[in-house]
């Protein structure tokens, strides 16, 4: 009773509870249809119906419906209000594949409260199926394909339906994620034609594929043959049976094949002529096989009418034929070795070993006859491929066999020539190129018949010896490929020699690359000279071994650190290349770059600096001023030297001996005592061609105070140190001469001398071995400095032994009187002064002479000096001088001391020889 | 058998090719109804002589598969056990015209095919493990239903013959096993003969 009770209450609490979900889960409203699916681009309406209860229970109406889709609300211009409690919305070409429709309404306070949603969901109806097959794969169920259309964006079943004309069999439903493809599930009936098509549908509608009616038994695919086996016929070493196993198709069907086979190492496969094969077999044999030839066979099969699919192909088998003897010779070929005995050639004989082609079996052994002409043979057999045999000068035909287990090969013969034989007749016009990735030789053949054509090659190195490789090309052959292992980027040397019926002709060779490259390194450029506006660039040729290919050019880059680079081109067969057009003190960078036909590749930058000058644009500057500065200094020179006289008497007037003088010779007795040095040679006797003058000046009223006192203090000094000289003499005026003496003790001695020099000689005894009628002293006014012959008594002496040769010619002396206090300009002055003067008339002399002597007659320089002069207008006056002695005497010199204004007077002495003048 | 439900004709087959079915059907007059799910194949005649090829060809090996399959005494014993001497076989004369091979022709399948069919399930009973044995009864069976198809469609279309008559042998699903095999073996040995005299018919 209480078990009935609980079941009672818990039946009325799941009614309760079951009853209020029902209530709050109850819509307010519905939206029609409650799941569409429309066609994209299609127009759709849907509809909100509100309940009643709805209405009063919020005070609502269908106007305050809002419709939202995706969250999103829709435009009022959308909606249309059919009555109180509906309104409908209307979207236009729907593109979205999925949208989410809510019907909601406004409650009091704006608060939006969903009514119903939905999903709209949109697409395409599905195309028509179309490119309908099926196959039936032997021992399985029939399968059927097609192309189903446009993507639907719907979810589309595709069925495959199928039946007999008298029944229909189960559909086939593709699978989800194969929906172009059906596999039936009934086993396949043959001789039976069966409809096949396809059915697809979707929410926006169905539609079928084009029905295709055929027999199963022409879709077939048969299992491919089985057990394929191989069998070698040992009596026909071409040919190779085969035999199968069919599939079990056979029975039902009648197949043909297809039979491909191939050598082992062969990629391509040869097929059986198919007409061979049209029918159902178990086995076939091949014809026309290599001998001693692995091959791999393969086998498919179909329906006989070509209905149907060809089988998968079978399992491979291999076979290899029978032996046959070698269909050809070997390539055969020699070298001379160098050897030791003059009698003897050292001849490797080489050959290649037969392919396995020609081979036809393994290789047993190969016989070598060597023949010399008209001789006895020798036979070899050799296992390996070369052959070292010593041959005399004599001429050698050499054959060649291989062997295998069935037989002999043809014999290759080589002849051998002697050793005076000449080679001649080369192949002509020889190239190669290559194609193809492999490295083809072509050439012209000789007008000649060619028995064959050695091709040999090797590589060439800076660092491996060349190690050549070759083969042999039949004598109709004019274009070949090496076979040999060539690889990229190297230069090959390949040489051709054709080999005639009585030995080989003339090698040509030829280089060839397999692949260029660019190189590996680039051009070492370097300057050879650089000059102010060029630079001559030189490199090496790169070496074989990094050219990966035939340089073609070079290319230089020069450029200066803020300029462009410029690139110039140079042929390949160039070492150097001269750089213009530079700028003087730049900073260049440049480098090379060598190319192949592949690309080229830099060498590293070198760095250079154009000269400020040219070479030899110093040497052009300082050459000519150099030249002319010395043609200057020379004319100059020349000139001074034609000027020599006048310019003498500007810078080194002669001074007149003051030992010569008329005074010395007043005074023959006086001892000599100095020697005239060298100077004195220019007033030697016959030199003398100046008039002696003495300059006085008339009209200065100084009186020199100062020469007066440097006199006494030389009489002084005189008298300690000679003691022949006296105090008689003596100039009152200081007296300046030019320092002619080139000793420094002579310019002291002149310096000392210019000061105040009183020129006065004690004579002893008769001038000139002459004793004198009385020993007088004779005084000289000059006021010249002392000459070096009052310092050498050498001089006089000189002077004396030209006396005594007889060689007697008047001496000329004659002082020069100067009382201007300068040493420098009044001299010069003076000097054109008498320059002029010199120049005059020799009347205008003797006139000027006698003016001089009156006036210094009246000038008041000192008692001893006024006598002086009056003792020399004596001598004017005692001693008349015709015209003609005067001319005998050249004016040695002339002294002016003339200021301005100041009148000159010229004191003229001459000497008579061995005469005394008057005292 | 869900398949050979559909169509007209199949119905009519349906309902004599059940196991047991015994009393044969008349030849359906003229002017019974003919019609197909969609035309018959021009190629008709072809492909029955191909499926009785076919057939011929398999009746051996599916003889031999049957009682090797059985197990001895039937290898051993085949002229006892297995001899051609079922007296209910449906009666085929080559020398007939062809309407008359084809009506005969279509009992004679419908009798072999509905045997078969009783022999199939028995074998999967009795000797389950003979996959290679339940293949050739299938794909006997198989190609049987796709002749019978054929035969019809070529009565159908050119004889106009919408229905025939058939006989079914008897029902062994009350028998024993061994009953169930010789009975069985006696169907596939005289199958063979039948078929191969059938064929050379056609």
Request: net charge neutral; glycine share 6%.
């Amino acid at each position: 009773m209480s078990t009935l009770r609980i079941w009672l209450v818990q039946a009325l609490v799941i009614f309760l509870t079951a009853e209020s979900i029902a209530q709050l889960l109850d819509p307010c409203g519905y939206i029609y249809p409650e799941s569409p699916v429309i066609q994209r681009g299609s127009n759709f309406t849907a509809v909100c119906v509100l309940k009643e209860e709805c209405l009063e229970r919020y005070h609502v109406n269908a106007t305050y419906i809002v419709w939202k889709t995706n969250h999103v609300a829709v435009p009022k211009e959308q909606y249309t209000i059919i009555n109180r409690t509906t309104s409908s919305v209307t979207f236009t070409n729907m593109a979205s594949l999925s949208v989410q429709l809510t019907c909601n309404i406004l409650t009091y306070g704006q608060l939006e409260q969903n009514v119903y949603g939905i999903n709209i969901l949109s697409g395409f109806p599905p195309d028509e199926p179309k490119n309908l097959s099926c196959i039936v794969n032997e021992g399985k169920k029939m399968m059927c394909q097609w192309d189903p259309g446009r993507e639907t964006y719907l979810e589309t079943n595709f069925t495959l339906k199928s039946e007999w004309a008298t029944e229909k069999f189960d559909d086939c439903v593709t699978k989800r994620g194969t929906p172009t493809l059906c596999l039936v599930n009934y086993p396949p009936v043959y001789f039976v034609n069966i409809e096949v098509w396809v059915e697809a549908a979707n929410a926006l509608g169905k539609v079928t594929s084009e029905h295709i009616n055929f027999d199963p038994v022409d879709r077939v695919k048969p299992n491919p043959p089985r057990n394929l086996t191989v069998n070698t016929s040992e009596e026909m070493s071409t040919i190779l049976k085969l035999t199968w196993i069919n599939p079990s198709i056979k029975n039902v069907i009648r197949l043909k094949y297809n039979i491909q086979y191939r050598t082992k190492d062969a990629s391509t496969w040869s097929q059986v002529p198919p007409e061979d094969t049209v029918a159902t077999r178990s086995s076939f044999t091949i014809q026309d096989l290599k001998p001693f030839t692995e091959y791999v066979f393969r086998i498919r099969c179909m329906k006989e009418d070509n209905k149907g699919f060809w089988s998968d192909w079978s399992e491979e088998a291999h076979g290899i034929t029978y032996e046959d003897r070698p269909s050809k010779a070997p390539s055969f070929w020699y070298k001379i070795n160098p050897s030791h005995i003059q009698e003897y050639r050292s001849v490797q004989l080489i050959w290649k070993t037969l392919p396995a082609s020609e081979a036809n079996g393994k290789i047993l052994d190969y016989e070598v006859i060597v023949t010399q002409w008209k001789s006895f043979s020798q036979n070899y057999t050799v296992n390996d491929t070369e052959l070292i045999v010593n041959l005399t000068h004599n001429r050698y035909v050499i054959t060649l066999t291989a062997r295998n287990l069935v037989g002999k090969s043809d014999a290759a013969v080589i002849i051998i020539p002697g050793q005076h034989f000449k080679a001649s007749h080369p192949v002509v016009d020889l190239k190669a190129f290559p194609k193809d990735n492999m490295l083809w030789v072509e050439w012209t053949a000789p007008h000649k018949y060619v028995r064959k054509y050695i091709l040999e090659w090797c590589v060439l190195s800076d660092k491996l010896p060349c190690i050549p490789d070759w083969q042999q090309e039949h004598g109709s052959v004019h274009q070949t490929y090496l076979r040999g292992n060539l690889v990229a980027s190297k230069c090959y040397l390949i040489t051709v020699t054709p080999v005639y019926s009585i030995g080989p002709g003339s090698p040509e060779s030829v280089k060839a690359y397999l692949k260029q490259a660019a190189p590996s390194k680039g051009p070492i450029v370097r300057t050879k000279k650089v000059g102010k506006n060029e630079a001559v660039l030189e490199w090496d040729r790169l070496p074989v071994d990094v050219q990966n290919g035939f340089i073609r050019n070079y290319s230089i880059f020069y450029r200066t650190i803020v300029g462009n680079e410029t690139v110039v081109n140079v042929d390949s067969s160039h070492t150097e290349y001269t750089l213009s057009s530079l700028s003087s003190d730049t900073l260049y960078m440049v480098r090379m770059a060598a190319y192949t036909d592949e690309g080229g590749k830099d060498g590293p930058e070198f760095t250079f600096t154009t000269p400020k000058f040219a070479q030899g644009e110093i040497e052009a500057i300082v050459v000519p001023v150099c030249l002319a500065f010395l043609l200057t200094t020379l004319l100059g020179v020349l000139f001074c030297f034609n000027k020599r006289d006048l310019i003498k008497k500007h810078i080194w007037p002669n001074v007149p001996d003051p030992s010569k003088s008329h005074i010395a010779q007043w005074s023959p007795h006086t001892p000599p005592r100095h020697n005239f040095n060298s100077k004195d040679q220019i007033y030697s006797d016959g030199n003398f061609t100046d008039v002696s003058v003495v300059e006085i000046e008339a009209n200065d009223k100084k009186p020199c105070p100062d020469d007066l006192k440097s006199l006494e203090l030389f009489k002084k000094e005189k008298i300690s140190t000679e003691g022949h000289s006296s105090g008689i003499g003596g100039s009152s005026c200081m007296s300046s001469s030019r320092p002619s003496i080139s000793s420094s003790d002579e310019n002291e001695s002149a310096q000392n001398t210019a000061s105040t020099v009183q020129y006065s000689t004690v004579v002893h005894s008769g001038y000139r071995h002459q004793v004198p009628s009385v020993q007088v002293f004779s005084r000289s006014e000059s006021t010249q400095p002392l000459l070096d012959s009052e310092e050498r008594p050498d001089d006089l002496q000189l002077v004396d032994n030209v006396d005594i040769s007889g060689d007697i010619l008047p001496r000329q002396q004659y002082f020069k009187q100067n009382c201007s206090q300068s040493e420098t300009s009044p001299d010069i002055s003076h000097f054109e002064r008498s320059d002029q003067i010199s120049s005059g008339n020799e009347e205008d002399f003797v006139r000027l002479k006698q003016q001089q002597v009156s006036d210094h007659i009246s000038q008041s320089c000192g008692a001893e000096q006024m006598k002086m002069f009056q003792e020399v207008s004596a001598t004017g006056a005692f001693g008349p001088v015709t015209e003609g002695q005067v001319e005998q005497f050249e004016p040695v010199g002339m002294e002016a001391a003339i200021d301005e204004g100041i009148p000159k007077s010229y004191l003229p002495q001459t000497v008579r020889q061995g005469g005394y003048m008057p005292q | 058998m869900k398949v050979l439900a559909a169509g007209v004709v199949p119905l009519l087959l349906v309902l004599h090719w059940k196991h047991g079915a015994a009393s044969p059907l008349p030849i359906t007059p003229v002017n019974a109804t003919c019609a197909t799910r969609h035309p018959c194949h021009g190629n008709l005649m072809n492909q029955i002589k191909n499926q009785l090829a076919q057939l011929n060809g398999s009746a051996n090996a599916l003889f031999i598969s049957y009682y090797t399959a059985q197990g001895e005494p039937f290898p051993n014993n085949l002229d006892k056990l297995c001899g051609p001497n079922m007296t209910d076989f449906p009666p085929f004369h080559a020398n007939g015209t062809e309407k008359a091979k084809l009506v005969e022709l279509y009992r004679l399948v419908a009798y072999l095919g509905a045997s078969l069919g009783n022999v199939t399930r028995d074998q999967k009973i009795l000797n389950p493990n003979a996959l290679s044995l339940h293949s050739k009864l299938n794909a006997t069976t198989d190609t049987m239903r796709g002749l019978l198809s054929n035969v019809l469609c070529r009565l159908c279309n050119k004889y106009h013959v919408g229905h025939v008559d058939v006989t079914y042998g008897p029902d062994t699903a009350g028998k024993d096993a061994f009953q169930k095999k010789k009975l069985g073996c006696q169907l596939l040995g005289t199958y063979k003969q039948v078929i191969s005299l059938v064929a050379q018919a056609f």
